[in-house]
């Protein structure tokens, strides 16, 4: 596994992380991460970007950039949908670009994240959500302590179909990260 680190997202960071994301806008799609056309379009993109760091700046969600030796954007993780007193959550999401798969990007993103999680913003249950069909991601969340625990049907629209989400989660307080 190669050595990765994370950053939270900046304004100065809105050019090289465009340039990824359209990098590999098919390779997302193609695994059910797709975005709107409006999402590849630069100013919409840089007003989203605004918009995460506002949200972040209130707590409301993290996100992560994680980087390589080589300074190169591999990936994202993100802690969304934060909820404080009296649940202590957040919902668990990452990315990583097509070039960069199957190298332990994502599993030790997750894990620097994670520990974000507990010791900066003091988060007592992280939950995430995967196709059914994406191994790999599901080994991610299990290597990183998450436990299976069910399934939402028809759950996400993908397309014009409706996709199930296997649903994953782990307790901070039960485990050490």
């Known amino acids: ?106 599993t030790l993103g997750v894990k620097l994240v994670l520990k974000e999680a507990k010791h900066s913003y003091g988060l007592h249950r992280i939950e995430a959500g995967t196709l059914p069909d994406n191994i790999g991601s599901q080994i991610v969340l299990i290597k990183n302590g998450f436990q299976f625990v069910g399934r939402y049907n028809q759950y996400i629209l993908q397309g014009d179909n409706w996709a199930d989400s296997l649903i994953f989660e782990k307790v901070m307080d039960l485990q050490s990260v």
């Open 1 to 106: 596994m190669e050595a990765v680190k994370i950053k939270l997202l900046t304004q100065k960071d809105t050019d090289r992380l465009f340039v990824f994301e359209k990098e590999n806008r098919d390779y997302f799609k193609s695994i059910g991460l797709g975005r709107s056309d409006a999402y590849y379009q630069y100013d919409s993109f840089a007003q989203i970007v605004e918009e995460l760091i506002y949200e972040q700046n209130i707590g409301q969600l993290y996100m992560y950039l994680l980087i390589d030796q080589e300074g190169n954007i591999v990936g994202r993780v993100n802690l969304t949908d934060i909820k404080q007193e009296p649940y202590k959550k957040a919902e668990l999401g990452y990315r990583i670009g097509k070039a960069y798969q199957g190298k332990g990007y994502a």
